[in-house]
C-alpha cells in the first residue's frame, strides 16, 4: 500500500516567514511521529500524535514550532518566524498503534532551507 | 533518560565479506531496539527490531542483529555484504518503563561503504 508522504520535499523560505510542512500517514496508522533531522543534531524527535492527540510535546524545540492532528490522519507542522537554525530535514513516521514495539514507517522528508 | 552509542563513523567492507556495525545503548527500563537504513534524499526504512525473545533477530535484506544485555549491545550484522548495503545505518531504541519519550532516541548513524 501507500507509504508515508510528506510535502513539500523541498521549501526554501526567507528568515521570520512562517512555513507549514504536511504529513500524511499510512492509512489506518493511529500514531504518528515528528523528527527534525539535521547534520549537527542528527535526528531528534519532536513530537507524538496518539489519535488527534499529542501526549508528548516534549521535544519541540521552542514556541514557534506547534502541530496539529486533524481527523486521525494529516498532519501539519507550523514553524513560526524561521530562523537560519530551524534549516534541516523534516521526517514524518506513522505506525499501526503507539506501543513501543511497533515498528516506524517514515517519509522522505521535507527538506527546509532558511535564507 | 535513554541513549544510543554508534561508535563507527564509518565502515568500511570489501563485497562478499560479513559486515558488522556496532549499537550500544541505555536505558532505564527493558529497551526496544531498532535498526534503520537511510539511502540519499530518503526517509528511513525499517530493517528488524528486538523486543523480546531469541537474542538473534533477522530482518530485511539479509540483515540480522544480536542482543546482548549483559554489554547493552545490538549489533547489525550481514554474513556476505553486497555494494548495494552501501547506505548510513541508524540504531534506535525506545524505552518500555513508561517515563522515556514516546518517540524513538537514535544513534549518530554510521556510513557503511562497501567497495566492489
Known amino acids: 500500500g501507500a507509504g508515508v508522504s510528506q510535502s513539500p520535499s523541498n521549501k526554501v523560505t526567507e528568515k521570520g516567514k512562517d512555513v507549514e510542512l504536511r504529513c500524511d500517514p499510512i492509512?489506518?496508522?493511529?500514531?504518528l511521529y515528528w523528527y527534525r533531522q539535521s547534520l549537527g543534531q542528527g535526528l531528534e524527535f519532536l513530537i507524538y500524535?496518539?489519535?488527534?492527540?499529542?501526549?508528548?510535546k516534549s521535544g519541540l524545540p521552542s514556541d514557534r514550532f506547534s502541530a496539529e492532528r486533524t481527523g486521525g490522519s494529516v498532519s501539519t507542522l507550523t514553524i513560526q518566524r524561521t530562523q537560519q537554525e530551524d534549516s534541516a530535514v523534516y521526517l514524518c513516521a506513522s505506525s499501526r498503534t503507539g506501543g513501543a514495539g511497533q515498528p516506524q514507517h517514515f517519509g522522505d522528508g521535507t527538506r527546509l532551507s532558511i535564507l | 533518560a535513554q541513549s544510543v552509542a554508534q561508535p563507527e563513523d564509518q565502515v568500511n567492507v570489501a563485497e562478499g565479506n560479513p559486515l558488522t556495525v556496532k549499537c550500544t545503548y541505555s536505558v532505564s527500563g527493558n529497551p526496544y531496539l531498532f535498526w534503520y537504513v537511510q539511502y540519499p534524499n530518503r526517509g528511513l526504512q525499517f530493517l528488524l527490531k528486538y523486543i523480546t525473545g531469541d537474542n538473534l533477530v533477522k530482518g530485511s535484506y539479509g540483515f540480522e542483529a544480536e542482543f546482548n544485555k549483559s554489554q547493552t549491545s545490538f549489533h547489525l550484522k550481514k554474513p556476505s555484504a553486497l555494494v548495494s548495503d552501501s547506505a548510513l545505518y541508524f540504531c534506535a531504541v525506545r524505552d518500555d518503563s513508561g517515563g522515556g519519550a514516546d518517540g524513538l532516541t537514535f544513534g549518530k548513524g554510521t556510513h557503511l561503504i562497501i567497495q566492489p
Open positions: 492509512s489506518g496508522h493511529t500514531a
Open positions: 500524535f496518539q489519535g488527534n492527540s499529542a501526549p508528548d
